[in-house]
């Protein structure tokens, strides 16, 4: 059974800084897709960054409006991924998800479908 666990998040001014953290485990394939999407109130879901585990740092995703102030990375133990976020705007607010897809190669990020979520994390990012 995967699971994901999700941790980090919080409050802060605009043009700070948070950093969220996702590991996912208890597949038995050894790599994962790893995405984070998050959902505004009111908005849809929406898919912010990507990275495969397979891969280290190499060749993220990132959607356009987090294109140099969002930083995907893999820590040192294998399956976990940080999320550094940093020059937070107010539109930044919403709860963040990690969701993962068991995967070998990097390519099938972009179309798998991710069944395991994490919790949710709340991000808020004040004026």
């Known amino acids: 059974q995967v699971q994901v666990v999700q941790s980090g998040g919080g409050s802060v001014q605009a043009g700070g800084s948070l950093r969220l953290s996702c590991t996912a485990s208890?597949?038995?394939?050894?790599?994962?897709?790893i995405k984070w999407f998050r959902q505004a109130a009111g908005k849809e879901r929406e898919g912010v960054t990507f990275?495969?585990?397979?891969?280290?740092?190499?060749?993220?995703y990132y959607t356009d409006s987090v294109k140099g102030r969002f930083i995907i990375s893999q820590d040192n133990a294998k399956n976990t991924v940080n999320l550094q976020m940093n020059n937070l705007k107010p539109e930044d607010t919403a709860m963040y998800y990690c969701?993962?897809?068991?995967?070998?190669?990097?390519?099938?990020?972009?179309?798998?479908?991710?069944?395991?979520w994490g919790q949710g994390t709340q991000v808020t990012v004040s004026s």
């Open positions: 969701a993962a897809a068991p995967a070998v190669g990097g390519t099938v990020c972009y179309w798998t479908s991710y069944k395991y």
């Open positions: 990275i495969y585990t397979g891969d280290g740092d190499g060749n993220p």
């Open positions: 208890g597949s038995t394939v050894s790599n994962y897709c």
